[in-house]
C-alpha cells in the first residue's frame, strides 16, 4: 500500500472528502440511510460544523443562502427516501438559479435497490432534471473520484447543484482512500474559450450605437466580474439595468446604474428597452418575466450577448452578437474595444421616465400620507438603519419586488432571493446559511406572512445555532401578489388569499428570540433601528396596508410597452 | 414547418444518462419517434441515434441542451438527405404458411428479405431497409397472421465526417 492512502470506510471517505475540498459547514438532516456518515460527522464535529436544519427543504435554501453570500460551494445532506425528496425544491430552486451546491443522500442498501425497501426512492430519477448532474455511488471505492467530480461540476462553468446517491453499503463498506481534486472532465467543457472576433464585432456594434443599454444578470456576480463589469460601464458610459438576480454587482448609487428590467421593474429600463438600438445582455437569460412578450421584446435593437453558457444563446432572444466565455474575460476584452461614449439626450430620457415614475409610484410607495404603512418605507428604513449595507434576503411575492426595488447596496453578493423558481419558503432558511456565509455582514431575511409559515419551523435552527439573522416579515395578512392578480385580472375574487395569522410574535418568543410588532408609522425607525443593532437574531413584523399593490406592473404576456403605473 | 430530424450524440456510457437526455424532450412536450443507443466508432465513447419531427429552431435548442449535459462531448442534427439511415424489423410467421402459402416465398424474395430461422412451428423473417419497405413487408404478410412484429429504431450514420476523436483530442487540451 502507497504511503499516502488510508484504509477507511466510505462514510469517513465522505468526511475526508469534504474537508479536502475546504468545506467547513454543511446543513442536513440524519435519518437510517445516511447514519454512517452521521456517525462520522460526531468524529470529526471539531473540523466540520453540521447544522440541523428542521427540514431537509430548510437545509438546502441554508446552502443556497451561504453559497450565495460566500461565493463557495454550498452542500447538503440527508437521508434516503422523504429525507431525499425534500431536497427537491431548493435543487430545482439552485438549479435555475446557477447557484454551486452538492447534495448527499443516503440510499437503501445496493442489495436492496429497486425493491421498494423502507424509505427506498429513486433519487437519481426523481432529480435528473433539476440537477446539473448526478451519480448513485454503490461502492465505497467510488467516493473520492465521485466527490471531487461533484464539487467540481457544481462550482465551474456555469455553476448549479449536483446530487450525489450513496448506498449504506458503499458507505459501510472499506477503500484505501486517497483524494484528487478533479481537474476536468473529457465530455465536459465549463468555459468555452474567448473567440476574440466575436469581442470585435460586438465592440464595433456597441461603438455604433447612439442608444446602447446595458443589461445584467447574475453572470457578473457568479464571474466574480464586478470589477470588470464596473470598469466597462464607466468607460463606456453606457446606462445599465439589472434583472433580479443580478442586483448588488453595482452599487446603487452609481449613476449609470439605472434601476431594474422585468415585470416589476421600474420603468425608464423597461421602456427604454424598446428604444435603445444596441442592447447589451451581460449574464443573462432573458427569463420571460424579464422580456415580456418575446416576439415585441427590444425588437427594435441589435443584441450582443456576453454569456457563457452557449445554451442561452438564441434561446429565447436571438443574439446579433454572441461573445461565448466567462465574463470576467470578455468584459475585460471588451472594456479594451470599446469607445468612450456622450450620451447625454440618452441619459436624459432615464431621468424623464424616472421622474414619471417617482411622481406617481415611488413617492407613494417610500413617502405614503396615508395612514397604513407601507413596504416601500420599511424597506427604506432598513436601508437608513443598516447604512445601505445589508445582505437582504427576501422571500417571493409583494414583499421581494418591493425590497428589491428599494432596498440600496453598496456591495457585491448582497441580494439573496428565489428569483427564476419563485420559491415561498426560501428566505428563512436562506438567511441562515446567508448569515454563515457572510458572518461579518448584517443580514435582513425580508418575508411575507405567506412564506414566512411555509419554512418557519427554521426558527428552530436560528434558536439552536444562535445565528445572527434578522427576520422582518411584513404581514398585510394576504398573499399579497396573488390577491393583486387576483384583483387585476380575477375580478377581486379573492379565491384563497386571504390569511388568518397566528401571533408570530409569540412563536418567536417561543424559541427565545427576541421580538416585537410594529403597527404604526411613529414606531417603525426605532423598531427598525432596535432590529438592526441587535447581537443576536430578531424578530420584527410590521403590520402593512392590506391591499397595497406593486407597481410598475408589466402584465403576463403583454409587452414591455404595456407597462401600468398604476 | 416541421421536419424529420436526426440527432446524433456521443456521449459517456453512463447509467442514468438515457433519463437525462429523455427528460430534455418530455420538458419541451417532444416525442421522441425512434431512439437507437450502442457503442460507437471509438472506444468508450457511447452513440444515441434520435429521430424527431420538430421545427429547426426547435432541433437546435434540443442539441444546444443535450450538449449542455456533463456526460455528452458532442451532439449532431441532421435531416434525412444528409444521412444514410436504415431500419430493422423482424417478422414471426406459423411455419406452416411457408410451404402451403407460395405468394410468401415471393415476397421475402422480391423483398430481398432473409430468413433467420426456421422452426417446426414458427419462422423469423428480417428485412432491413427504409420505413415504408419495411412496412410494405409488414402489410404483405399481414394476412397470414403475424405471429410477432417489431421494428428497431433508426439507424443512421452522416455524410459529412462527425470528427469525434478531434474533439475528444480538443477536451483533453482544454482541460490541461
Known sequence: MKEKTMHISGAEAVIRCLLAEGVDLIYGYPGGAIMPVYDELYKFQDDLHHVLTRHEQGATHAAQGYARTSGKVGV??????????????????????????????????????????????????????????????????????????????????????????????????????????????????????????????????????????????????????????????????????WTILGLSALETSHPLNKGMVGMHGNYAPNLLTQECDVLIAVGMRFDDRVTGRLDAYAAQAEVVHLEIDPAEIDKNVHADYPVLSDCKQSLAALTELVVPKKLDSWLARFDELYAKEYEVVIEKDTKPTKEGLTMGEVIVAVNKAADSDAVIVTDVGQHQMIACRYAEFIRSKSNVTSGGLGTMGFALPAAIGAKMGAPDRQVVAVIGDGGYQMTIQELGTIFQTGVAVKILVL?????????????????????????????????????????????????????????????????????????????????????????RLQ | MTTTYTISIYSENNVGLLNRISAIFLKRHINIESLATSPSEITDVFRFVIVVNVTEPQVQKL????????????????????????ETALY??????????????????????????????????????????????????????????????????????????????SFTENNQ
Open chain 1, 76 to 241: 447538503a445532506i440527508a437521508t434516503s427516501g422523504p429525507g431525499a425528496t425534500n431536497l427537491i425544491t431548493g435543487i430545482a430552486d439552485a438549479q435555475i438559479d446557477s447557484t454551486p451546491m452538492v447534495c448527499i443522500t443516503g440510499q437503501v442498501g445496493s442489495h436492496l435497490l429497486g425493491s421498494d425497501a423502507f424509505q427506498e426512492t429513486d433519487i437519481i430519477g426523481i432529480s435528473t432534471p433539476v440537477t446539473k448532474w448526478n451519480y448513485q455511488v454503490t461502492q465505497a471505492k467510488e467516493i473520492p473520484e465521485i466527490l471531487a467530480r461533484a464539487f467540481y461540476i457544481a462550482r465551474s462553468g456555469r455553476p448549479g447543484p449536483v446530487l450525489v446517491d450513496i448506498t449504506k453499503d458503499a458507505q459501510f463498506g472499506m477503500l484505501d482512500f486517497e483524494y484528487k481534486p478533479c481537474v476536468g472532465i473529457r465530455s465536459y467543457k465549463p468555459v468555452p474559450a474567448l473567440d476574440q472576433s466575436q469581442v470585435v464585432a460586438a465592440a464595433e456594434a456597441i461603438n455604433k450605437a447612439k442608444k446602447p443599454l446595458i443589461v445584467w444578470g447574475q453572470g457578473v456576480i457568479l464571474g466574480n466580474a464586478e470589477a470588470e463589469f464596473k470598469a466597462f460601464v464607466e468607460k463606456s458610459g453606457i446606462p445599465a439595468v
Open chain 1, 475 to 563: 404581514n398585510n395578512e394576504y398573499l399579497g401578489m396573488v390577491r393583486q392578480w387576483q384583483q387585476l385580472f380575477f375580478d377581486r375574487r379573492y379565491a384563497s388569499t386571504e390569511m388568518t395569522n397566528p401571533d408570530f410574535v409569540t412563536i418567536a418568543k417561543g424559541y427565545h428570540i427576541p421580538a416585537q410588532k410594529v403597527t404604526e408609522r411613529k414606531d417603525l425607525t426605532s423598531a427598525i433601528q432596535e432590529m438592526i443593532n441587535a447581537e443576536g437574531p430578531y424578530f420584527l413584523e410590521v403590520a402593512v396596508e392590506k391591499e397595497d399593490n406593486v407597481f410598475p406592473m408589466i402584465p403576463t404576456g403583454a409587452s414591455l410597452n404595456e407597462i
Open chain 2, 63 to 86: 442539441v444546444q441542451q443535450i450538449e449542455k449535459q456533463v456526460d455528452v462531448i458532442k451532439v449532431y442534427y441532421h435531416t434525412d438527405e444528409e444521412t444514410i439511415f436504415q
Open chain 2, 92 to 169: 414471426k410467421v406459423k411455419t406452416n404458411f411457408l410451404f402451403e402459402e407460395r405468394q410468401i416465398q415471393n415476397f421475402i424474395k422480391q423483398s430481398h428479405a432473409s430468413i433467420v430461422t426456421v422452426s417446426p412451428e414458427f419462422f423469423v423473417i428480417e428485412k432491413t431497409g427504409f420505413r415504408h419497405e419495411t412496412e410494405q413487408l409488414r402489410e404483405q404478410l399481414a394476412p397470414f397472421g403475424l405471429l410477432q412484429f417489431v421494428r428497431s429504431g433508426r439507424l443512421s450514420v452522416s455524410k459529412a465526417p462527425m470528427g469525434i476523436s478531434k474533439i475528444l483530442n
